[in-house]
């Protein structure tokens, strides 16, 4: 079972408190169909474990496959600079399907800021370092696609459908309880 290389900090963009029974760290590319997939599961996941379960995000774009996963990524970033990652996060999910410079823009006047900033920020190198750092704690904790999870640490790797993290968070639960 490969492990977190990387320890969760307050670097990472987390929901919740560090100090729940479960953490659950997701590497995640914006543009991935299954990234997609597992954003609906996370929600409900944390609406059923509420303040039971903290959700830590790093990123992981596969620019190779998704041209996008890399300027939704720094669109993210710069949301977090202004204290919005999550709201970005969300909507980047849900507009995944038309992600693109305009869905950015429109992001941009929703959550009330600046769009000229958003410009800035895609040349910003600091937003590539933060995404790049995250890229490589993930490779060296063995993450090779998206999205990964890990249950306090530990790679979850699923026998048939991500469902299975349901049962998985359950177990770490009674484990720390």
């Known amino acids: 079972m490969s492990g977190l290389t990387v320890p969760v900090s307050t670097m990472d963009h987390i929901q919740g408190s560090l100090d729940e029974p479960v953490v659950l760290v997701e590497y995640a590319d914006f543009q991935c169909p299954s990234c997609g997939e597992a954003f609906s599961l996370v929600k409900r996941l944390q609406q059923r474990f509420g303040e039971g379960l903290c959700l830590v995000f790093r990123h992981f774009p596969l ?7 890399l300027p939704a990524a ?15 996060h969300d909507a980047l999910f849900r507009n995944q399907q038309q992600l693109g410079e305009v869905v950015y823009r429109e992001l941009m006047r929703e959550l009330g800021l600046p769009e000229e900033g958003l ?25 090779t696609g998206t999205p990964s999870f890990f249950i306090n640490g530990e790679l979850f790797q699923p026998r048939q459908s991500f469902e299975e993290l349901y049962d998985a968070i359950v177990q770490a639960g009674a484990k720390r309880s």
């Open 119 to 143: 410009a800035a920020a895609m040349d910003d190198s600091s937003n590539l370092l933060r995404i790049q750092r995250d890229i490589e704690s993930g490779m060296g904790s063995g993450v």
């Open 74 to 88: 720094i669109t993210a970033e710069y949301a977090a600079a202004q204290g919005r990652f999550w709201d970005a």
């Open 63 to 69: 620019v190779q496959a998704h041209p996008q996963a």
